[in-house]
Nanobody, 129 residues
Framework: VQLQASGGGLVQAGGSLRLSCAAS????????MGWFRQAPGKEREGISRIRNSDKTTHYADFVKGRFIISSDSAKKMVYLQMNRLESEDTAVYYC???????????????????????WGQGTLVTVSS
């Protein structure tokens, strides 16, 4: 399994960025994928998840209405469209692969990092105020 996140950068508050995650080495449509982030001095937190089979999504409350997760099974890509960015969104963003969808999650919270087996290298997003 390989996950390659990209698209981070420096953006002004109120702006937008789209992160991409290129996936390989597994049957993409059989898994869920998630986006996480870790800000300096803080714990990693789950942002959003998508089931690649039926495109069901979950969002953390702090990004609802601002971020949109999507995936393209043909291209094996997962995206995170981030709008109305705030300085608090500054972090390293990671994509991750969950367990096979037919086996269910390891824990009840779809945004818990305990539900993810493989992680990409991260891409830095810096939001200037």
């Amino acid at each position: 399994v390989q996950l390659q996140a990209s698209g981070g950068g420096l953006v002004q508050a109120g702006g937008s960025l789209r992160l991409s995650c290129a996936a390989s080495g597994f049957t993409f449509s059989s898994y869920g994928m998630g986006w996480f982030r870790q800000a300096p001095g803080k714990e990693r937190e789950g942002i959003s998840r998508i089931r690649n089979s039926d495109k069901t999504t979950h969002y953390a409350d702090f990004v609802k209405g601002r971020f949109i997760i999507s995936s393209d099974s043909a291209k094996k890509m997962v995206y995170l469209q981030m709008n109305r960015l705030e300085s608090e969104d500054t972090a390293v963003y990671y994509c991750a692969q969950g367990p096979p969808l037919d086996g269910g999650l390891y824990t009840g919270d779809p945004l818990s990092d305990l539900n993810y087996d493989y992680w990409g290298q991260g891409t830095l997003v810096t939001v200037s105020s």
